[in-house]
């Protein structure tokens, strides 16, 4: 349960940081279920260009999903996570709109230009920027090994037009251009990084503007993000829609499940 502080701390800032949120216990099983997932076959998972390692893994929370995930499930629907959000969106209707597992590895993992992510999902269809991220860190978040950082504030700005950057890694991603970015900058707080130890939970508005840099450190950075939306601004119909594991059409209000997150992912 988030303090009235919390909230307003977030509607302020567009992140709250959560320090030692899952176990050292619950992380060691988190990264167990990636390092069973990353070896499947499966469109679900997007793999680096300098080998054949995982970088992002889709929908771990879905049953449904070839790389679903009964640990991660009950995670998405802890208290710890669905009630945070439910708090910070002012709503209890609440669908995931994606999961995503970044495994930013050691001197491979790559770089995320500044973007806001509703830039993606405002091209999904979503009518209201109304969505926050939960971001758990399975290993401890460093400068050298490619942590987020954040303009403070920055969400309060709005949504800004974005442009489709599919050169400079191996994702494509709508960032916000250079001179938009640079005229921003100037009159924005300093970026702060985003660092903690594993099981540090980090939530954060659609709207915040965003990056990450290269892993330069011998240590991977393991990040897994949950997107929760309103039920009630679920995807319009668009043309040409990405796939249901990173545009979720199944918006029904989840049901909050307990935290003994380590029992229901065993299936207790
Ligand atoms: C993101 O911006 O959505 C992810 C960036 C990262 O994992 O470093
Ligand atoms: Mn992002």
Redo the contacts with the bound molecule.
């Keep these: 349960m988030l303090t009235p502080q919390q909230v307003s701390q977030y509607h302020q800032d567009g992140y709250l940081v959560l320090p030692g949120l899952f176990s050292a216990d619950e992380v060691a099983a988190m990264k167990a279920e990636l390092r069973r997932i990353q070896d499947i076959d499966t469109d679900h998972l997007v793999r680096e260009r300098s080998g054949g390692m995982a970088k992002t893994i889709y929908r771990v929370h879905d049953a449904a999903s070839p790389t679903a995930s009964p640990l991660f499930r009950a995670a998405a629907l802890s208290p710890r996570l669905l009630g945070s959000a439910r708090q910070l969106l002012d709503d209890a209707a609440l669908y995931i709109h994606h999961t ?1 597992c ?1 495994l ?1 590895s050691a001197i491979d993992g790559s770089v ?1 230009q500044w ?1 806001q ?1 509703y830039g993606a999902w405002k091209r999904d269809g979503i009518a209201e920027p109304h969505m926050t ?1 939960a971001l758990v860190m399975l290993d401890a978040a460093t400068e050298l090994n ?3 950082y954040f303009i403070p504030g920055s969400q309060r700005l709005g949504y800004i037009e974005s442009e489709m950057d599919d050169r400079t890694t191996a994702y494509r991603l709508w960032v916000v251009p250079k001179p938009d970015l640079l005229r921003i900058m100037e009159h924005s707080p300093e970026p702060v990084p985003i660092l903690g130890r594993p099981g540090t939970v980090v939530f954060f508005h659609c709207n915040i503007l ?3 840099g290269h892993n330069l450190s011998r240590h991977d ?1 393991w ?1 897994v ?1 949950t997107v929760y939306n309103r039920s009630s601004n679920a995807p319009g119909e668009v043309p040409a829609p990405r796939p249901e594991y990173v545009r979720s059409v199944q918006s029904q209000a989840l049901v909050m499940g307990g935290d003994e997150v380590l029992e229901a992912g065993r299936g207790g």
């Design positions: 995503k970044n930013k995320w973007h992510d991220t490619g942590c987020l965003h990056a990450s950075r990040h993000y």
